[in-house]
């Protein structure tokens, strides 16, 4: 169980949901063990947020374990989508453990999100990688051209395919490349709600979270499968989370793996703990 996930599902306005899926791994394989790795370095944070002035384990989160995933993999991210989509429905906020960045396409098919906001290393633009369109690589493209979603801001990314970066160019990506995060995070007048002439958001947009922890540098989150070097600072993707989190319908954190001490999983589980801080303390104060 996630530490501080003390709800019953029916009362939840927050619900875990682990998903280690481990099919389409290209380099160091082990994101089967990312959630409960999460789970077990989240045990060191405080309850008491003082930011916020709030508890997590009065947020009203509930952890609802691990969907078990199985060898076909469009088949499972269908049962998963619709494990996620009861959560929506049931007026909580989806908070997905990967896992391989694939599962994002769940997450995204389960809440129906105008925007992506994506911290990765990687474009995830390819149509396909090593024969399969459900690989890991591809999963922003399959965000993009299969489930309709309008817009995805990739922020972090720094390497990719020449194709990918071709279509890159297209106007439904934006790419924030790591040294400019922190002026396209300063551009957000401090979070949402943002400006109507905001770059990257309409004023009314629904929007859907997902960060990838090989974002970061690997100096601070060496536990992930694809390591790329020059990546985000952590406060950098700290404080993406909790500007976008007020607006989002749900979020995920992926690709942490068993290859580390548990820094990767640390900071996964420090971002799911500050998306759900900032997501109900603007749900509270009527801004999100």
Same mark, same amino acid.
């Given at each position: ?22 099919a ?7 994101t ?12 060191n ?18 952890d609802?374990?691990?969907?078990r ?10 049962? +998963? ?13 989806p908070l ?16 129906d999100?105008?925007v ?7 474009l ?7 024969g ?16 309709g ?17 071709d ?7 934006e790419?924030?490349?790591?040294e400019?995060?922190?002026?396209? +995070?300063?551009?957000l ?26 974002? +970061?540098?690997?100096?601070y ?13 952590p406060r ?12 989002a ?20 589980g ?15 104060d009527g801004?999100?």
């Open positions: 169980m996630f530490p501080g996930a003390t709800t019953d599902r029916e009362a939840a306005s927050y619900v875990v949901v682990g998903a280690p899926l481990d389409t791994t290209t380099f160091q394989p082990g089967r063990f990312g959630p409960d790795r999460v789970r077990r370095f989240a045990e944070c405080d309850d008491y947020d003082r930011r916020t002035d709030s508890r997590f384990s009065a947020l009203g989160v509930h609802a374990g691990d969907v995933p199985w060898d076909d993999v469009p088949a499972y991210l269908d049962h +998963l989508a619709a494990e996620l989509r009861s959560v929506a429905y049931d007026d909580a906020v997905l453990v990967g896992g391989e960045h694939t599962v994002t396409y769940a997450g995204v098919d389960a809440v999100p105008e992506l906001v994506v911290c990765d290393a990687h995830d633009l390819r149509e396909s990688y090593d399969s369109p459900w690989n890991h690589a591809c999963v922003t493209r399959r965000c993009l051209d299969d489930l979603v309008d817009r995805a801001v990739i922020v972090g990314a720094r390497t990719g395919s020449e194709a990918e970066w279509r890159a160019a297209d106007a439904d990506v790419v924030v490349a790591p400019d995060a922190r002026g396209w +995070l300063d551009a007048d401090g979070g949402p709600p943002f400006d109507a002439d905001d770059p990257s958001f309409d004023a009314d947009d629904s929007v859907y979270c997902s960060v990838d922890v090989d974002a +970061l540098d690997p100096a989150a060496p536990g992930t499968g694809t390591m790329e070097p020059f990546g985000l600072e950098e993707v700290r404080d993406l989370v909790r500007a976008v989190a007020p607006r319908d749900g979020f995920d954190v992926v690709e942490v793996n068993d290859r580390d001490d548990g820094q990767a999983a640390a900071v996964a420090k971002l799911l703990r500050e998306f759900a801080y900032s997501h109900a303390s603007a749900r509270d801004s999100g």
